[in-house]
Nanobody, 124 residues
Framework: QVQLVESGGGLVQAGASLRLSCAAS????????MAWFRQAPGKEREFVTY????????YYADSVKGRFTISRDNAKNTVYLQMNSLKPEDTAVYTC?????????????????WGQGTQVTVSS
């Protein structure tokens, strides 16, 4: 089992930055693929970004490319999401996810473990 706990969400104005953290426990963190998804009210959950076990490979949704950066610290069992130039359309609950094996990183069904999520609200 893997437990994931997100933190760092909040209410910010458009153009501001936030950094989300996701702390993992329960299994060897450096063997886990990690990702962030988000879900806005009335919308389906969508892929935001992915990072491989070593951190050497990352993928981003087109909507966040160039503004968001995913990273991980395997010594701290934590993955981060740095969000810059936030827009009102980034408002959502952000949830981190983990899996031992991932074939299609953008598909949420690939992930076995999920956190509770953290709310990010961006005002205009």
């Amino acid at each position: 089992q893997v437990q994931l706990v997100e933190s760092g969400g909040g209410l910010v104005q458009a153009g501001a930055s936030l950094r989300l953290s996701c702390a993992a426990s329960g299994r060897t963190f450096n063997r886990l693929h990690m990702a962030w998804f988000r879900q806005a009210p009335g919308k389906e959950r969508e892929f935001v970004t992915y990072i491989s076990q070593s951190g050497s490979t990352t993928y981003y949704a087109d909507s966040v490319k160039g503004r968001f950066t995913i990273s991980r610290d395997n010594a701290k069992n934590t993955v981060y999401l740095q969000m810059n130039s936030l827009k009102p359309e980034d408002t959502a609950v952000y949830t981190c996810a983990a899996a031992s094996t991932v074939l299609v990183p953008r598909r949420d069904r690939q992930y076995d473990y999920w956190g509770q999520g953290t709310q990010v609200t961006v005002s205009s």
